[in-house]
């Protein structure tokens, strides 16, 4: 139960618990690992949060109305299984491990030019000129729409999950979402009838000409994965880039082992995804009462599974607060989990991978300027910038 004075919603979505959540996780995990709040309940122990996640018709995502501008259903992320599953194996043969890999020469390209623009200089902002470009580039490459609307796609992606109001402000935000959420649809619906006069190599193209039970797709099942990949693609590997990288830069004992042995990459990503878990909540809705933890919830309730508690939970980690590049049984769940694990984790995973290698390999050496306090925006922890400096290439 929820002790006495000790809100949940407050303590997760401060800003001080952004930049370092440690604490907060701890506190839901000791003192109420199932909590009231003052916007639903919520679930931070490692074996509740995989159990919620497995079972969709106690703890469901297609009731959890995640509104963020959009008209329709984030597909097929708020849909229940079995229409669930119908809409995963449409979309599951563009994020195969063999599909996702045919990209990899393609990503490390792109990521060797965003390093030689800036590793002559010795200084760079990582989340604005490699973190941001590396993801949203292949996600444009990936869907078949053009570069040139990278700086469009960035606009929306901010004003949907994090709009420049005072966080009080909802109304006002949910104004910005909404007016940015018909942007969008506006602006796929174009690409869609383009897609359907000249289908190309993109993902869209597969959208428009798709089947599923003997019938094509709707407007609104269109928009809705529309919307899902856009805000998938643009913003969770940009934050994940964001806090590894921090991680790295104030612990150099790490950042020299996966340089020293690039091998440790691969273990350094799933670890890092771990402890740093950028997602920090996912919202879920209870179909049937239960009882977990000796705490009531009621069906129609809204329940936020703490993904990051989860995956400091000392119950399933040892020493959880550690990264450990060797770590046996790294069951974490940054991607989620069950019929609702992340359809892209692949093509996270390749773009993190090779992200990391391309870096490392150049800039070894590297920190975050003395003085400086990064700020990361709750809910989905991005920094606001990220300043480093290192030596300048060729010195």
Not at 106 to 118: E, N, S
Not at 155 to 161: A, C, M
Not at 193 to 220: F, I, K, N, T, Y
Not at 228 to 250: P, Q, S
Request: hydrophobic share 40%.
């Amino acid at each position: 139960m929820t002790e006495a004075g000790l809100d949940p919603t407050e303590l997760l979505f401060a800003p001080s618990t952004a930049n370092d959540p440690r604490e907060a996780y701890r506190t839901l995990r000791e003192r109420c690992p199932v909590a009231q709040g003052s916007m639903g309940a919520y679930v931070s122990r490692f074996e509740d949060v995989a159990w919620a996640l497995r079972h969709p018709e106690v703890f469901s995502s297609e009731a959890a109305a995640l509104d963020i501008g959009q008209e329709q259903p984030l597909i097929p992320l708020q849909v229940d299984p079995p229409l669930h599953t119908q809409y995963r194996r449409l979309l599951n043969p563009w994020f195969t491990p063999k599909k996702v890999a045919e990209l990899e020469p393609d990503v490390r390209v792109l990521v060797r030019r965003l390093i030689d623009a800036f590793a002559p200089r010795g200084e760079c902002d990582f989340h604005e000129e490699y973190a941001t470009p590396l993801p949203s580039t292949i996600f444009l490459r990936l869907m078949g729409l053009p570069q040139s609307d990278l700086p469009t796609f960035l606009r929306w992606r901010d004003n949907v999950i994090r709009p420049d109001v005072d966080p009080h402000d909802l109304e006002t935000a949910a104004l910005i979402r909404k007016q940015t959420g018909e942007e969008i649809s506006s602006y796929f619906e174009e690409a869609l009838e383009a897609a359907r006069r000249q289908p190309g190599d993109g993902l869209l193209g597969l959208l428009v000409s798709a089947e599923m039970d003997g019938r094509r797709l709707s407007r609104e099942e269109l928009l809705g994965m529309c919307h899902l990949l856009l805000l998938g693609g643009l913003d969770t590997v940009t934050a994940t880039l964001d806090c590894m990288i921090a991680y790295l830069a104030t612990h150099p004992e790490h950042r020299r082992a996966i340089v020293a042995d690039p091998s440790l990459i691969g273990p350094a990503v799933e670890e890092l995804l771990r402890r740093e878990s950028p997602v920090q909540v996912v919202p879920r809705v209870v179909r049937q009462d239960i009882t977990l933890r000796g705490v009531e919830l009621r069906e129609g309730q809204l329940v936020s599974l703490v993904i990051g508690a989860a995956n400091h939970d000392e119950e399933e980690f040892s020493d959880p607060d550690e990264v450990v590049l060797g770590r046996d049984g790294n069951r974490h769940v940054a991607f989620g989990g069950g019929h609702h694990f992340c359809l892209g984790a692949h093509l996270a995973r390749l773009e993190l991978r090779v992200g990391l290698e391309e870096f490392h390999r150049r800039i070894p050496e590297y920190r975050i300027p003395e003085g400086t306090r990064l700020q990361y925006s709750p809910g989905i922890r991005q920094a606001e910038s990220l300043p480093l400096v290192f030596s300048p290439e060729g010195t």
